[in-house]
């Protein structure tokens, strides 16, 4: 899905502002022509490739990809397509989990900014920061082992409370961005059909037994609040250094091909060239060759 600029704005939030996730689509189209769309994910991933050695030779700029959606939403497979053959040298892969004894000692952001690419690299957030402000929001009561001043054994917080969380987040990806960071978040927009047949497909195909987990079905009885977390979370922190791509993920090749063409329109637009050579380093590149070609075979 090689689209250009105009076309991928429609996927992207830029500005803070309301969001109505029911004003956008969870499917591009009723029947997909999955053929084509593999077609441009493999394209598409070519450049990327291409682009991530250029992006690791030059060593000016890191790459932050986050990807947020409901469970189902295809998240892991999304990654492993559009990424799947950059170098692993420069590029890594976190996927966070509830946080540890250690990592609740510190403050909400501390876990993620360790896991900052380093210039030259690509990381991917497979879930992020946006936890903490969704999941944590719509169960308030994982709070408490946060141990924050103020929080009480109920967990009781006001609005307030959040406001500060999004100041927060917004501070941290401006910082981020001013540092050489380009930022890509991504929420995998799934229709709550679609993650029940997902689901019932975990259930009765054996090879994919391992992926269920009951607290995954438990999560679905909180969706409207998810989505209204979601929504207050997506409008409070899309900014131009750090935008917001709202993707339809009901078809997972869709959702794939999305992604691949944002990723790849994002590098080509970072103008990325091998580092110049300085005059003493060309100078010793002509004299190796000219010992090379002395040497003969």
């Not at 991530?52 to 999304?78: I, N, P, T």
């Not at 609005?159 to 991504?186: C, D, N, P, T």
Request: proline share 5%.
């Amino acid at each position: 899905m090689k689209g250009t600029s105009k076309e991928s704005a429609r996927f992207r939030l830029t500005r803070p502002g309301t969001v109505r996730l029911k004003d956008h689509p969870t499917r591009l189209s009723a029947d997909p022509q999955r053929k084509k769309l593999q077609e441009s994910v493999e394209k598409d991933k070519q450049r990327i490739i291409e682009l991530q050695e250029l992006l690791y030779a030059g060593g000016r700029h890191a790459v932050l990809l986050l990807f947020q959606a409901m469970d189902g939403a295809g998240k892991d497979s999304c990654i492993a397509h559009v990424l799947g053959g950059v170098n692993p040298q420069g590029c890594r892969v976190w996927s966070f989990k509830a946080p540890s004894v250690e990592e609740l000692s510190h403050d909400f952001l501390w876990r993620h900014a360790q896991a900052i690419p380093a210039r030259g690299f690509i990381g991917v957030h497979n879930r992020s920061h946006y936890e903490e402000v969704v999941v944590v929001k719509v169960h308030p009561e994982y709070l408490i082992g946060q141990h924050i001043p103020g929080v009480g054994a109920a967990a009781r917080v006001d609005a307030g409370f959040w406001k500060g969380r999004y100041a927060s987040i917004r501070h941290f990806e401006e910082h981020l961005a001013q540092q050489g960071v380009v930022i890509m978040k991504f929420f995998l927009h799934m229709s709550k059909a679609v993650q029940r047949e997902r689901f019932l497909e975990r259930i009765d195909n054996p090879a994919k037994n391992w992926k269920f987990s009951s607290k995954d079905v438990e999560e679905r009885a909180h969706w409207d609040d998810y989505q209204r977390a979601y929504e207050t979370a997506l409008g409070a922190t899309a900014a131009p250094h750090a935008p917001w791509h709202i993707v339809p993920a009901d078809e997972q090749w869709e959702t794939r091909a999305i992604v691949a063409g944002l990723v790849r329109e994002r590098l080509e637009k970072m103008d990325l060239r091998p580092p110049e050579l300085s005059a003493k380093a060309r100078a010793e590149l002509k004299r190796t060759r000219e010992r090379l070609d002395t040497a003969g075979a």
